[in-house]
């Protein structure tokens, strides 16, 4: 596990540290451009690593991160559609290194304002090898899921994120992270938005050929107690993905 940090951080500009947020796609003529398809060559042979979408976005000039959080918090875009209100979730800090990127808070989560702060969340913490100081601290990660409130349930579940937040907030929130080095994408929602037509036919391919995506995005399943059967039929995720999962966190978290 690693370390919980030596003393509390002091949030920026006076916000609480619990800061809570969750993102979602970003509209088609904002988007920085497609990738190139998974193992396209560089003219001397290698094959081009996949990087987050939104690493060409980073030199750009948009309001400082603390304005555009508390934009965020205020948003009511969706509110009509929403079972529990708005209560949008997310952490962010210009220097944090590891972005994870999930689905949507659950009934948990918007109740307490904590991401991940549910049984998902144990079972993610694990995989990562960090406990819950080390995760809710600002400067080693963000986390930012696709849609930023609770959508309600379904009927096999929560509803998929609220298809209005990502077009509205997404790459304005990521383009203000340039520090991030490594990007966790949880879920075919997250899978779906960052990998685009380099992701492969189902989320277990996806998953599976983790090695194609290169050394700064890591695709993973959703850690939810619902997916217990999906990982008794793959052992290999916790074979092989989890302990790479562990040593890029450590690795970055050393460094």
């Known amino acids: 596990m690693l370390p919980s940090p030596k003393a509390a951080r ?3 500009h006076g916000h609480d540290a619990r800061r809570v947020t969750t993102g979602g796609a970003p509209p088609r003529h904002a988007c920085p451009g497609r990738q190139p398809a998974a193992g396209t060559p ?3 042979g290698a094959a081009r690593p996949i990087r987050p979408r939104y690493e060409s976005m980073q030199k750009r000039t948009h309001a400082p991160l ?4 508390t934009e965020i918090r205020a948003c009511r875009a969706c ?6 209100g708005p209560r949008p979730v ?3 800090r210009r220097d944090a290194r590891i972005l994870v990127v999930g689905q949507a808070p659950g009934a948990r989560v918007h109740a307490s304002g904590i991401p991940w702060d549910d049984a998902s969340g144990k079972r993610l913490r694990g995989w990562l090898g960090v406990d819950a100081d080390a995760f809710y601290d600002e400067t080693r990660f963000a986390i930012v899921p696709m849609g930023f409130c609770y959508p309600g349930r379904g009927a096999s579940g929560d509803n998929p994120p609220r298809p209005e937040c990502a077009p509205l907030w997404l790459d304005r929130l990521l383009a203000e992270l340039p ?3 490594l990007t966790l994408l949880i879920g075919q929602y997250a899978q779906r938005h960052f990998l685009r037509d380099t992701r492969k036919a189902t989320l277990t391919d996806t998953v599976h050929a983790w090695r194609d995506y290169g050394p700064a995005v890591l695709p993973l399943p959703h850690p ?3 997916n217990q059967a999906w990982f008794k039929r793959h052992p290999w995720f916790d074979a092989d993905v989890v302990p790479e999962l562990r040593r890029r966190v450590a690795r970055l978290a050393a460094g």
């Open 79 to 84: 509110e009509a559609a929403l079972p529990l």
């Open 10 to 12: 002091r949030p920026r």
């Open 66 to 69: 603390d304005a555009l959080l």
């Open 42 to 44: 560089h003219p001397g």
């Open 90 to 92: 997310v952490r962010a």
């Open 224 to 226: 939810s107690p619902r």
């Open 179 to 181: 520090s991030i080095r």
